[in-house]
């Protein structure tokens, strides 16, 4: 079946039936691959104008956890425009995008910046960008500070406005983002809408900086896409939020999703990898909150203290993500690790097992120390990042389930988190990609 992709200024969707010119878009056909049709968007010249009015309000919202948020409310009274343009709520948690630098010379969130400055920005007029709502965190918050309470206060402002917007953009800071968009994406059931995550290494008032691109990209995405799933856009480039990992404090290129294919990118062109998207749902949409805290990360290191490891597994600890060597090795010789690990595994303690490679997935069969923890009852994490796993454990082991239900599903992929095939998560996975001209 023909996919071609049509981009409106309200939906960028699928076709199999063909396409239609308009006056205000035409679709070009190029390439002559007749196995992978690749279809160009051409914006034609503009031929309206329009005059911006912006009404700005303020009211304040209560959050469950006693925090005052203050919402933003910004009505664009555009003549001439398309009345169809797409509306999305952003949700304004901190991070650097709206910090500003102190009487110390160090940043903070400051707030009601990041709302001001985005305002003035001349794309937000374009046609291409849809009108927004803020709703901001008061106080804004450093993503260290971000908490499992965070996590539930962003969905639950997405569950409550769920059917008022097309599309929904989290701004937050970089440090833990990849740990905030896991955990959304195990909490929502059956999203679809984007739900993009954004945010940048650099202020927006800054005169260089990353912060605008990162934000007026995501608006359009959040906007424009039909992508069913929480993503991080960075640095023009698409990422699945529990595959993403920060690699980079200074550079702009922060995040990478190590396993897995980027799902689009923007350059010249934005080129979109609609088959790696997750499938859209056909039932309604639901939130499921809740996250143990009683979680740990071990990195393993030669000549670690087994007295540590052992102190680190007494109660309250539910989950160990146990970050190990290689496909998932750890130091047989080490009799005493070996032992307060099963002992941990006997009470109920779930230990998965990741790797602390950047890129590849755990085999517990690959060596003989990776089937030593196979056989007291570890679980293999396959290709799970560590925020992924954390954020996974912490929510499945606030469900209703039995401990060896949850085991099995850390091993299976639920939104699209780990590559169960182990032979396939050991190669890099190259795919064409859908071509549109901005």
């Known amino acids: ?39 160009r968007f051409v914006a034609p010249k503009a031929t309206t104008t329009f005059v911006q009015r912006q009404l700005f309000s303020t009211s304040t919202l209560k959050r469950d956890d006693d925090h005052e948020t203050t919402l933003y409310e910004h009505d664009f009274k555009l003549k001439k425009l398309n009345p169809k343009r797409s509306h999305i709520l952003i949700i304004y948690t901190g991070g650097t995008v709206g910090m500003k630098k102190g009487e110390n010379g160090s940043l903070k969130p400051e707030p009601g910046f990041l709302s001001t400055q985005l305002s ?38 997405v569950e409550k406005s769920y059917y008022d917007y097309d599309g929904f953009l989290v701004l937050h800071g970089t440090d833990t983002m990849s740990y905030t968009a896991s955990a959304l994406s195990f909490m929502f059931e ?42 991080i856009l960075f640095n023009g480039k698409i990422f ?99 032992k307060q690990l099963k002992k941990a595994v006997a009470r109920d303690v779930i230990v998965v097992v990741t790797t602390q490679c950047l890129k590849g997935t755990v085999d517990l069969n690959a060596y003989d120390t990776g089937t030593t923890l196979e056989r007291i009852g570890c679980t293999g994490g396959f290709d799970l990042t560590t925020e992924a796993a954390v954020a996974k454990l912490m929510h499945l082991l606030k469900q209703d389930i039995e401990t060896h239900q949850i085991k099995s599903l850390m091993t299976k992929s639920l939104k699209g988190e780990l590559t169960e095939d182990i032979d396939r998560g050991k190669r890099s996975n190259k795919v064409a990609a859908t071509v549109i001209d901005l």
């Open 1 to 39: 079946m023909k996919q071609i992709r049509r981009l409106t200024n309200r939906r960028l969707w699928t076709s199999s039936k063909g396409y239609s010119t308009s006056s205000r878009q035409r679709l070009t056909k190029y390439g002559s691959n007749t196995r992978c049709n690749d279809y």
């Open 120 to 157: 003035m920005c001349p794309e937000i007029s374009d046609p291409l960008v849809p009108t927004y709502d803020i709703i901001e965190f008061t106080p804004p918050l450093d993503s260290s500070d971000i908490l499992p309470a965070e996590w539930e206060s962003i969905a639950r402002y």
């Open 190 to 231: 059956n999203l679809a809408k984007p739900v993009v995550i954004t945010g940048s290494q650099i202020p927006i008032n800054n005169v260089i900086n990353d912060a605008r691109r990162n934000l007026i990209s995501s608006m359009v995405i959040a906007g424009s896409l039909e992508i069913c799933e929480v993503v």
């Open 240 to 338: 699945r939020g529990n595959r993403t990992t920060k690699i980079d404090n200074w550079g702009l290129a922060a995040f990478a999703s190590p396993n897995y294919p980027d799902l689009g990118r923007f350059g010249i062109d934005l080129e979109l990898s609609t088959q790696l998207w997750l499938k859209p749902p056909k039932k309604r949409f639901q939130v499921n909150y809740g996250f143990d805290t009683n979680v740990a990360i071990l990195h393993l290191f030669p000549g670690m203290s087994t007295e540590i490891i052992s102190n680190l597994l007494l109660p309250p600890t539910k989950g160990l993500i146990l970050n190990t060597f290689g496909t998932g090795n750890a130091p047989k010789r080490q009799e005493e690790l070996v």
